[in-house]
């Protein structure tokens, strides 16, 4: 058996839970290549117009994965500690059947639908079982992939703390999803492009998820979306310790279009642009506001 695993959405704030869970498991697995044309042209294709980019990479992604493996996973995940995510998140296993239903597409997936703190363990136990693992085994096998995302997570934090210590350049604190971010098509291209005008980019996404969540209450108290808890308290954080924000965004992302004009009307002291990623290669436009974002930072900090 081989189970697919699309690089996409929630693999960027799961992976190594997963693909280590499958190791311990005994299951192979594989993982669909980094996004590229043809994956972003596969998923164009089969959503409609108003789907959000990331979805849309989602679907190209599973395409990809369809002929080459057993089960495609794709789980359903409607909390993270305490507060929802984005409804994307809570359809898209049923998204994905619905869009693949008549190539008889079959999935894999566990089902976090409540607040109840072990509700991710039970789920991923009772996937375990469907494929036919010992209780023991999935249990071991669990927390070993905990512990490897635990580590994993605290050793790219550490990374970034380092720099925001170390480096002598203009910090850009780099606001942006793990889907995004983590995207070679989407953050990749920003990030490159922010170093080679010689700045030094802050991934946000990379700070501490826990201790981001109870910063962002010093924000608002009403916002229900934990991934944009998790941004906003990064941000309240890390202001005094960058020269500017960048707030990446994809086409057109509801929770984001809301939550980025708070950031703005809230962390006024701080320089701030908004830069928005589609299906379209084109990066000049960004380019060039990237270069004019940084000679204001530039000015500022000859001024003082």
């Known amino acids: 058996m081989t189970i697919g695993i699309p690089r996409a ?19 192979d697995y594989i993982i669909s290549p980094h996004t590229d044309r043809d994956i972003i042209t596969r998923g164009a294709n089969l959503a409609i117009d108003e789907t959000c980019l990331p979805t849309k990479l989602l679907l190209g992604h599973i395409d990809w994965l369809i002929g080459k493996c057993d089960y495609i996973f794709v789980p359903r995940i409607k909390y993270r500690f305490g507060y929802e995510t984005c409804t994307k998140f809570q359809v898209m ?42 209780r023991s085994q999935i249990k071991y096998a669990y927390i ?15 990374k970034e703390e380092a720099r925001l210590a170390e480096s002598d350049k203009l910090k850009i604190l780099l606001v942006a999803h793990a889907y995004n971010v983590g995207d070679k098509y989407v953050g990749e291209p920003i990030k490159k492009a922010i170093k080679a005008l010689g700045c030094e980019p802050i991934v946000a996404e990379y700070f501490d998820e826990r201790e981001c969540i109870r910063a962002s209450h010093n924000i608002t108290t009403t916002m229900p979306w934990a991934d944009n808890r998790h941004l906003v308290g990064a941000i309240e954080l ?4 960058v020269d500017g924000i960048v707030l990446l965004t994809t086409f057109p992302c509801g929770t984001d279009s809301m939550v980025n004009e708070l950031i703005i009307r809230k962390f006024k002291d701080k320089p701030i642009i908004t830069l928005t990623v589609d299906t379209q290669d084109g990066t000049a436009g960004i380019e060039t506001r990237l270069e004019s974002f940084v000679d204001i930072l530039t000015l500022k900090q000859e001024n003082k």
Do not use: C, P
């Open 9 to 27: 959405l929630l693999y960027y704030k799961n992976e190594k839970f997963w693909t280590t869970f499958f190791d311990e498991i005994g299951v």
């Open 93 to 134: 296993t049923d998204l994905a059947y619905n869009t693949f239903r008549e190539r008889n597409i079959k999935l894999l997936f566990y089902n976090v639908h409540d607040k109840k703190v072990f509700r991710e363990r039970k789920a991923v136990y009772k996937m375990g079982k469907f494929l036919h693992i010992k």
């Open 144 to 158: 070993m992939a905990k512990q490897a995302q635990m580590y994993f997570e605290l050793f790219r934090r550490q």
């Open 238 to 241: 890390l202001k005094d310790s």
